[in-house]
């Protein structure tokens, strides 16, 4: 006969196997177990992951019922907790009050916390307190939305390895001091940023992703960066500081990345990258450097596609390249065609490419040339993939069929034509 028919097997398990079964389900259902029985009853109390997020409240068309249900929740919540809290997160559409957000704050520094997430309602804006820059166990941090201003006697985060800060009022040198206190740190993301001149020192640094109204980047010492992706959004400040900047903005922020494996630049990019860049010799040869996707680099601007060409030349391992075309300059040198047979070497190869992907082509005659230059120096290349602009004429229709007749150094090589959907 089975004895074990009328055992509670579940109740009986390990607390460490418990807790993993709760922390997959929503926080609210967590709690809920402790109605199961009186085993059960503070089971939820012990975990180390909190995640509040709106599957912790109860549908009501009041929003302020459902804002005051959510802090009395989590306050419940942390008030019965017993034992350390590792992760605390809270993402929702409902913002507590400063009051409320500050008291969890200082209660989670006193509870060993080592990942906090933050990201409250879409309006609405907080303070962090000072009590978050003393959390001396952080590995992750994530705040959106909110003011940060470090106190004079923050001596750094020693373990964090991931930060972003989303929509956040730093001063300028806060925020580097801030990146350079945190010896570890392996992943940075900071989006939305105002008008920023900024250096990046990060030893550690593994991946790297900027977004906003950069002025300048410079990185010094992020030898160990792997992954960019850079948007920078143009104003007429802005503008006006890359006219007069000094020094080539190529070298400042590439310079010092050798380990680079992948690079991804959004609008202004290459723009930014062209300042001070010039044609010659390249200190700096990425080995590592697999895959290149630029966002609206403008064929007719001689510079940006000088920077382009300067990437992939000292990419000899590159395997992807993916482009899409802008057209918002017009420069006297747009027609110097004799730059590609004059310029650059006739043994100059793309040993390793083997996918290219162009996007918005509109038939610029450096548009044209640029495909040609890569067809006829990649010997290893298996899918040439352009997208024309929307506004498809007859005679780029002329030009994509032209592209059929260009010489092929790869017997492998495919060229394809595809209309990209609105």
């Given at each position: 006969m089975d004895t074990d028919s009328g055992r509670d097997l579940i109740s009986d398990l390990p607390q460490s196997i418990i807790e993993s079964i709760l922390i997959k389900v929503?926080?609210?259902?967590?709690?809920?177990?402790?109605?199961?029985?009186?085993?059960?009853?503070?089971?939820?109390?012990?975990?180390?992951?909190?995640?509040?997020?709106?599957?912790?409240?109860?549908?009501?068309?009041?929003?302020?019922?459902?804002?005051?249900?959510?802090?009395?929740?989590?306050?419940?919540?942390?008030?019965?907790?017993?034992?350390?809290?590792?992760?605390?997160?809270?993402?929702?559409?409902?913002?507590?009050?400063?009051?409320?957000?500050?008291?969890?704050?200082?209660?989670?520094?006193?509870?060993?916390?080592?990942?906090?997430?933050?990201?409250?309602?879409?309006?609405?804006?907080?303070?962090?307190?000072?009590?978050?820059?003393?959390?001396?166990?952080?590995?992750?941090l994530v705040l959106v939305r909110c003011e940060l201003n470090p106190p004079p006697n923050f001596k750094g985060f020693l373990y964090l390895k991931h930060l972003s800060l989303q929509q956040v009022i730093i001063p300028p040198h806060d925020i580097e001091v801030l990146i350079s206190s945190c010896p570890l740190l392996e992943s940075l993301t900071l989006s939305y940023f105002d008008s920023l001149e900024l250096t990046i020192r990060a030893p550690n640094l593994k991946y790297l992703n900027l977004e906003g109204e950069f002025k300048d980047i410079r990185l010094e010492n992020t030898p160990c960066l792997v992954g960019i992706s850079v948007a920078m959004y143009m104003t007429d400040d802005i503008a006006e500081h890359f006219e007069q900047s000094s020094g080539c903005n190529f070298d400042k922020f590439l310079g010092g990345v050798p380990c680079l494996e992948r690079l991804i630049?959004?609008?202004?990019?290459?723009?930014?990258?062209?300042?001070?860049?010039?044609?010659?010799?390249?200190?700096?040869?990425?080995?590592?450097?697999?895959?290149?996707?630029?966002?609206?680099?403008?064929?007719?601007?001689?510079?940006?596609?000088?920077?382009?060409?300067?990437?992939?030349?000292?990419?000899?391992?590159?395997?992807?390249?993916?482009?899409?075309?802008?057209?918002?300059?017009?420069?006297?040198d747009i027609y110097d065609l004799d730059f590609w047979e004059k310029d650059w070497p006739a043994d100059c190869t793309f040993s390793k490419l083997k996918i290219v992907h162009m996007t918005d082509f509109s038939g610029l005659p450096h548009e044209i040339a640029f495909i040609k230059f890569l067809l006829g120096h990649s010997p290893v290349l298996e899918q040439m993939i352009v997208a024309p602009?929307?506004?498809?004429?007859?005679?780029?229709?002329?030009?994509?069929?032209?592209?059929?007749?260009?010489?092929?150094?790869s017997p492998l090589a495919t060229v394809k034509f595809v209309q990209e959907p609105l």
């Amino acid at each position: 006969m089975d004895t074990d028919s009328g055992r509670d097997l579940i109740s009986d398990l390990p607390q460490s196997i418990i807790e993993s079964i709760l922390i997959k389900v929503p926080l609210l259902d967590a709690v809920r177990t402790s109605i199961l029985s009186r085993k059960w009853r503070y089971k939820w109390a012990t975990i180390t992951q909190l995640v509040f997020n709106d599957t912790c409240l109860i549908p009501c068309n009041d929003k302020s019922i459902v804002s005051c249900n959510l802090v009395n929740f989590i306050t419940r919540c942390l008030f019965l907790h017993d034992g350390p809290i590792h992760k605390f997160e809270l993402n929702t559409s409902y913002s507590p009050t400063s009051p409320d957000l500050d008291q969890w704050l200082l209660f989670l520094s006193r509870k060993d916390i080592k990942e906090l997430i933050i990201d409250i309602g879409e309006d609405d804006w907080f303070r962090a307190p000072s009590c978050v820059f003393f959390c001396p166990k952080l590995t992750h941090l994530v705040l959106v939305r909110c003011e940060l201003n470090p106190p004079p006697n923050f001596k750094g985060f020693l373990y964090l390895k991931h930060l972003s800060l989303q929509q956040v009022i730093i001063p300028p040198h806060d925020i580097e001091v801030l990146i350079s206190s945190c010896p570890l740190l392996e992943s940075l993301t900071l989006s939305y940023f105002d008008s920023l001149e900024l250096t990046i020192r990060a030893p550690n640094l593994k991946y790297l992703n900027l977004e906003g109204e950069f002025k300048d980047i410079r990185l010094e010492n992020t030898p160990c960066l792997v992954g960019i992706s850079v948007a920078m959004y143009m104003t007429d400040d802005i503008a006006e500081h890359f006219e007069q900047s000094s020094g080539c903005n190529f070298d400042k922020f590439l310079g010092g990345v050798p380990c680079l494996e992948r690079l991804i630049g959004h609008i202004y990019f290459t723009k930014y990258l062209s300042i001070g860049n010039e044609q010659g010799s390249f200190p700096v040869i990425y080995q590592n450097l697999k895959f290149i996707e630029l966002y609206q680099v403008s064929f007719e601007d001689m510079k940006e596609l000088l920077v382009v060409l300067r990437m992939i030349v000292s990419s000899p391992n590159l395997e992807e390249l993916q482009i899409s075309s802008s057209s918002i300059t017009t420069t006297a040198d747009i027609y110097d065609l004799d730059f590609w047979e004059k310029d650059w070497p006739a043994d100059c190869t793309f040993s390793k490419l083997k996918i290219v992907h162009m996007t918005d082509f509109s038939g610029l005659p450096h548009e044209i040339a640029f495909i040609k230059f890569l067809l006829g120096h990649s010997p290893v290349l298996e899918q040439m993939i352009v997208a024309p602009t929307i506004y498809v004429t007859d005679k780029v229709v002329k030009m994509l069929i032209d592209l059929l007749t260009f010489r092929r150094a790869s017997p492998l090589a495919t060229v394809k034509f595809v209309q990209e959907p609105l």
